[in-house]
């Protein structure tokens, strides 16, 4: 199976902050791999696939880059509607794999 | 627009069986596949299965063996048909849908609300 790894696990930010989230797979699987958001009692909402692709509905400030087996999710401007858990997966190989999430926290 | 609804959740003792459903609404043509996913309380995500358009099945180790696929098309209903349960198990249960484009999968697009198994 192919390992998902996120970091950090915790951030915590201000509003307006810009902050980034890595994401490192445990083989290549550019560019197969997508984000989420999920929120408490909500289903996870997708943000990014294909590495960069913004899901359409997405604010612009939301962006993903990265290739290989190194990737990130970085939201330029922190808004209060951002604080959430945040997971990287990727779809390139079955089983498809997620990362353990990100909890995006209040400064 | 696309819906997915999940049912058949509850409370189950370990060993025991359970057939959760996922109807889907909205779907069109051969470009959707339907995946569960899970989340255990306190823990992250886990994708569990998926089902292409094609009928192709596929899962995650820690279910094979134990959970079971299948489709009625008359009804759009998925099902994932889950036997031998155990403890670890437990988790709130999503389908999704995976749509095939011809530049590639937009995975897990549109979201059911969920349904919760316990088993203890």
């Known amino acids: 199976d192919i390992q998902m790894t996120q970091s950090p696990s915790t951030l915590s930010a201000s509003v307006g902050d810009r902050v980034t989230i890595t994401c490192r797979a445990g083989?290549?699987?550019?560019?197969?791999l997508a984000w989420y958001q999920q929120k408490p009692g909500k289903a996870p909402k997708l943000l990014i696939y294909?590495?960069?692709s913004l899901q359409s509905g997405v604010p612009s400030r939301f962006s993903g880059g990265g290739s290989e087996t190194e990737f990130s999710l970085t939201i330029s401007s922190l808004q209060p509607d951002d604080f959430a858990t945040y997971y990287c997966?990727?779809?390139?190989?079955?089983?498809?794999?997620f990362g353990q999430g990100t909890k995006v926290e209040i400064k | 627009e696309v819906h997915l609804v999940e049912s058949g959740g509850g409370l189950i003792q370990p060993g025991g069986s359970l057939r959760l459903s996922c109807v889907a609404s909205?779907?069109?043509?051969?470009?959707?596949?339907i995946t569960w996913v899970r989340r255990s309380p306190g823990k992250g995500l886990e994708w569990v299965s998926a089902?292409?358009?094609?009928?192709?099945?596929y899962y995650a180790d820690s279910v094979k063996g134990r959970f079971t696929l299948s489709r009625d098309n008359s009804k759009n209903t998925l099902y994932l048909q889950m036997n031998s349960l155990r403890t670890e198990d437990t988790a709130l249960y999503y389908c999704?849908?995976?749509?095939?484009?011809?530049?590639?999968?937009?995975?897990?697009?549109?979201w059911g609300q969920g349904t919760t198994v316990t088993v203890s």
């Open positions: 909205g779907l069109s043509g051969n470009n959707n596949h």
């Open positions: 999704a849908r995976v749509l095939a484009l011809g530049s590639g999968w937009v995975p897990f697009d549109v």
């Open positions: 089902i292409h358009s094609g009928g192709a099945t």
């Open positions: 294909r590495t960069s």
């Open positions: 083989q290549t699987i550019s560019p197969w």
């Open positions: 997966q990727q779809y390139d190989t079955y089983p498809w794999t």
